[in-house]
C-alpha cells in the first residue's frame, strides 16, 4: 500500500544531496572540500579533539562551546587581481565549512586549543562534579 511512496522519498534525498554537494563547493581549498576529519579520543580526565584543517591561517577558524555543543567554523576568502595587456581579471573565491559536536560535562573554562600544521588539537577537561548517571529509587 505504501510502497510507492518510498521511491519517491529515495529520490527527493537524492536530488537533496545533490543541491547539498552543489552549494557546498571547496572552492579550493583542501579543508573545505570533503570537509573536516576529525578524530575525538576519551582519557581520563579530558577529550582531545584533533581536526585536519589544512591549507588556513588560524585567523579563520572559530570555536565556539555553547550549550554542550562544540562548533568548529572555516572560512576562507580569497581575491586574485590580475592585470596585464589592457585585460583586468579579478575574482573572488568564498568558502565555509562547520562541524559540531555534542561533548557534556566539559569544564569550559578549561577548554584549550593549538593550531599546528594544518591540524587543530582541542583538549576538553573533563567536569568531574558532573555526574552523567544517578541511580533513582522508587517509591
Given amino acids: 500500500m505504501f510502497g510507492g511512496l518510498v521511491p519517491f522519498n529515495r529520490r527527493t534525498r537524492e536530488i537533496e544531496n545533490i543541491f547539498e554537494r552543489m552549494f557546498h563547493e571547496d572552492f579550493g581549498l583542501p579543508a573545505l572540500s570533503t570537509g573536516m576529519r576529525v578524530d575525538i579520543k576519551e582519557e581520563e580526565k579530558q577529550y582531545v579533539l584533533e581536526a585536519e584543517i589544512p591549507g588556513v591561517d588560524k585567523e579563520q577558524i572559530n570555536i565556539d562551546y555553547r550549550n554542550d555543543y562544540l562548533t568548529i ?42 593550531y599546528e600544521n594544518g591540524i587543530l588539537k582541542i583538549v576538553l577537561p573533563k567536569d568531574e562534579n558532573k555526574k552523567t548517571t544517578k541511580r533513582i529509587e522508587i517509591q
Avoid at 562541524?99 to 557534556?104: G, Q
Fill in 73 to 114: 567554523s572555516v572560512e576562507n576568502t580569497e581575491e586574485v587581481n590580475e592585470e596585464r595587456d589592457h585585460y583586468i581579471r579579478r575574482e573572488r573565491k568564498m568558502g565555509r565549512t562547520s562541524r559540531s559536536f555534542y561533548v557534556e560535562n566539559i569544564r569550559s573554562e578549561g577548554i584549550q586549543a593549538k
